[in-house]
């Protein structure tokens, strides 16, 4: 089955700073990959995704990268702002039934005002 | 729109016994997932199912059963409860398997004890 690394488990920037979070994944198969935020005390939403014919897709000031050959992809987050603060959780999947979507481990995100 | 409605939000419950947490979704998703998260550990997979009628087992599946008699609800039943499975138990659904969106319910947090 699939297998997701995520680093760093924690991450702590100051206000306007950058934050890069990094996933991993082992299935070739996988072709979509979403990150997620969960704030304090509640479910995860997603924020932005990417599909295996891009590699790179931007929303405002998080962005996504994907590098299909070396399995990575990555979370980028510009000018950090306090209410950026969360839990970050990539996954990887692919299309059809028998692919059930595998998370990172998470990476908690601190924004110093 | 609800979403993903869970309950209870939160329970305290004696060792050894039964509990079932409730799920149900107005999105007409076909497949549904259930997900306990812990801290270190992410989000690990307990069971889902792809559509009304069929359930599969994931990562954690031992001492929780899940059933899916229709589109929209999705019960967890611990049959037996034990410490270790304190802990936040997330209900999600998706469009379909594989590669879509997950939608998150709020969780439930359940205490053995």
């Known amino acids: 089955g699939e297998n997701v690394e995520q680093h760093p488990s924690t991450l702590s920037v100051q206000e306007g700073d950058s934050a890069v979070i990094k996933c991993t994944y082992s299935?070739?198969?996988?072709?979509?990959f979403p990150w997620y935020k969960q704030e304090l005390g509640k479910g995860p939403q997603l924020i932005i995704d990417?599909?295996?014919?891009?590699g790179e897709k931007k929303d405002q000031r998080i962005a996504v990268t994907l590098n299909k050959t070396a399995k990575h992809f990555s979370l980028h987050i510009t000018e950090t702002q306090p209410e950026d603060s969360a839990v970050y959780f990539c996954?990887?999947?692919?299309?059809?039934?028998?692919?059930?979507?595998?998370f990172g481990r998470g990476t908690s995100l601190i924004v110093h005002p | 729109i609800a979403g993903i409605t869970q309950a209870p939000t939160s329970q305290i419950l004696a060792a050894g016994r039964r509990m079932t947490l409730r799920c149900t979704q107005d999105?007409?998703?076909?497949?549904m997932y259930w997900y306990r998260q812990d801290l270190g550990l992410g989000l690990r997979l307990i069971h889902y199912?792809?559509?009304?009628?069929?359930?599969g087992k994931g990562e954690v599946p031992d001492g929780y059963s899940v059933s899916r008699a229709n589109t929209d609800d999705f019960p967890l039943t611990l049959a037996s409860a034990v410490p270790s499975q304190t802990s936040v138990y997330f209900c999600?659904?998706?469009?379909?398997?594989?590669?879509?969106?997950?939608?998150f319910g709020e969780g439930s947090w359940l205490t053995v004890v």
């Open positions: 999600a659904s998706s469009a379909q398997p594989g590669g879509n969106t997950i939608y």
């Open positions: 199912s792809n559509t009304a009628g069929t359930t």
């Open positions: 990417i599909r295996s014919n891009v």
């Open positions: 299935d070739s198969a996988s072709n979509y």
């Open positions: 996954a990887a999947t692919a299309s059809g039934g028998s692919y059930i979507p595998t």
């Open positions: 999105m007409r998703h076909n497949a």
